[in-house]
């Protein structure tokens, strides 16, 4: 069980350090996203085409970006670790506003 904590803190530093790397040219309160029950996620929000992805599940972690369509439906665009990149219209997560936070439940 202690291993499976700091491979997924290595794997959740990993995600922080590569959006890092890529550059928020603008200063920004970085929020984690945990997924608190079963969601799809989506491949595309373009002509409402509903194409899972994958599935979100209990405790996968995620980080959401800047861009939210309004359509037929509200979709957000996050980025997951271990899912990738797509979007989504559930809100079923803990979102937290810092890395200590996780797992004070």
Do not use: H
């Amino acid at each position: 069980m202690k291993n499976q904590i700091n491979f997924r803190s290595l794997g959740l530093v990993a995600l922080l350090t590569t959006l890092t790397t890529l550059g928020c040219t603008e200063k920004q309160d970085l929020e984690i996203w945990v997924v608190k029950e079963k969601m799809p996620l989506y491949k595309t929000y373009i002509k409402d085409k509903l194409e899972i992805k994958t599935v979100l599940t209990k405790g996968d972690i995620c980080i959401p970006g800047k861009t939210v369509i309004t359509k037929a439906f509200q979709y957000r665009e996050v980025l997951c670790l271990k899912k990738g990149y797509g979007w989504i219209v559930d809100d079923y997560f803990q979102k937290i506003k810092s890395i200590e936070s996780i797992g004070s439940d």
